[in-house]
């Protein structure tokens, strides 16, 4: 079967935490441990409310605010530091980029309300065909769901797309429904692989 899709997750592969210390620090200010922070932030009961968009990312905010027992005025700051560390691969962008128009691009993306806006600040929505993130579509990654949203986006078949993420359990909810999943670790050897699929599924 021909390629058609190649999909990307965003968090752990075009945005990765590179530098962990001003993380760190926070953790440290807040009394946490690294881990802990992490998870208050991205595995708590709001973050997955507004992961399906039940509530807004600012309300997330501001319930990991009231956890740690801290004002509302402290909010902006917090989340500043906590993503302080993050860069945008701008080299991985550009060669998704590269793949237009041969192959229909995508994001599949469990996140808050906010990362469309976010994206386009960035100045990178031109790199894909569609975008699905699961606060707009109301269903997260591994559920079945949402790959088949991305694939109605981009009327492909499911053995017809690649699915690149850092995630063990999402890459197999995609493969669950047919897909093509390559786990992304070292950027270099996921993106050896993805060409090798490429070149053997022209």
């Known amino acids: 079967m021909t390629i058609r899709a190649v999909f990307f997750d965003l968090g752990g ?25 992490v998870n208050l932030v991205f595995e708590g009961e709001s973050s997955r409310q507004a992961s399906v968009g039940a509530i807004g990312t600012e309300e997330h905010w501001q319930a990991v605010t009231r956890t740690l027992g801290l004002p509302p005025s402290k909010t902006e700051a917090m989340r500043r530091d906590f993503f302080a560390g993050d860069i945008v691969d701008h080299d991985l962008i550009a060669y998704i980029r590269s793949l237009r128009p041969k192959y229909h691009t995508g994001l599949i993306s469990n996140a808050w309300p906010d990362l469309r806006g976010y994206i386009i600040k960035q100045g990178f929505d031109d790199a894909f065909d569609a975008m699905i993130i699961s606060a707009e579509v109301g269903v ?63």
């Open 13 to 37: 592969v075009l945005v990765r935490t590179e530098f962990q210390a001003p993380r760190e620090l926070l953790a440290q200010r807040l009394g946490l441990s690294y881990e802990q922070l």
């Open 140 to 202: 997260m990654k591994p559920e079945a769901r949402i790959y088949q949203i991305a694939l109605e986006r981009v009327e492909a078949a499911p053995e017809e797309a690649i699915f690149m993420d850092d995630m063990a359990k999402n890459i197999q909810g995609a493969q669950a429904i047919g897909m093509v999943g390559i786990r992304f670790g070292e950027r270099g050897k996921a993106l050896e692989e993805l060409r090798q699929l490429l070149v053997n599924h022209c």
